[in-house]
């Protein structure tokens, strides 16, 4: 479902992305091609001044919230991961190649490119720099926290390549069923 918010303002969204019937986007949010919105996400930008941007190749998993604060953007840079039931909340920046496991919680923050979240983990106030992986539970809302991160690995960098690479076949073959429908 689809909603303006308060400000009139309506999500633009790429005839290329597949939507679930179930997903709820309110305001200004832009979502590019090949981006995947599963089950009951809820992508909100109802604040005065409030923006989220996805970009094109990511994957919104079941349950995810994305919410912009007001006079705060989320981007969310292409072929990124939000798994299961994580929070993002702006103003938030995500970069490129990105994984952010199962109820995880990204705040205030920027996250570089390759970086991976794992699940039920805490970002919050910091700068993260590319390629590093925040280990399951781990709660990260001081900067130098940051340095003792462990640098991404081989098996989690062909990992995050998996999961991008099936959500943008379900992309795909939820737009085939669809076709498919229509033409009957």
């Not at 400000?7 to 995947?36: L, M, R």
């Not at 912009?68 to 072929?79: C, M, T």
């Not at 098996?155 to 429908?181: C, P, R, T, W």
């Amino acid at each position: 479902m689809q909603f303006q918010n308060p400000q009139k303002q309506e999500p633009n969204i790429s005839e290329k992305a597949w939507i679930s019937e179930t997903a709820i986007i309110i305001g200004n949010v832009y979502i590019g091609d090949n981006v995947f919105v599963a089950h009951n996400a809820i992508i909100r930008a109802d604040e005065p001044g409030s923006s989220i941007v996805i970009m094109d190749g990511c994957n919104v998993q079941d349950n995810v919230i994305i919410h912009a604060l007001s006079h705060s953007q989320v981007l969310i840079n292409p072929d990124t991961s939000l798994a299961h039931g994580c929070i993002v909340h702006g103003p938030c920046q995500i970069g490129k190649g990105c994984f952010i496991g199962f109820g995880s919680v990204v705040f205030d923050c920027m996250i570089g490119d390759d970086t991976l979240v794992l699940h039920n983990a805490t970002v919050r106030k910091v700068s993260i720099p590319d390629g590093k992986v925040v280990s399951d539970g781990m709660a990260i809302n001081k900067q130098d926290a940051v340095e003792n991160l462990d640098d991404i690995t081989s098996d989690l960098i062909e990992f995050k390549g998996s999961v991008i690479m099936a959500n943008i076949n379900l992309v795909h073959g939820y737009q085939a069923l669809e076709m498919k429908v229509e033409s009957k």
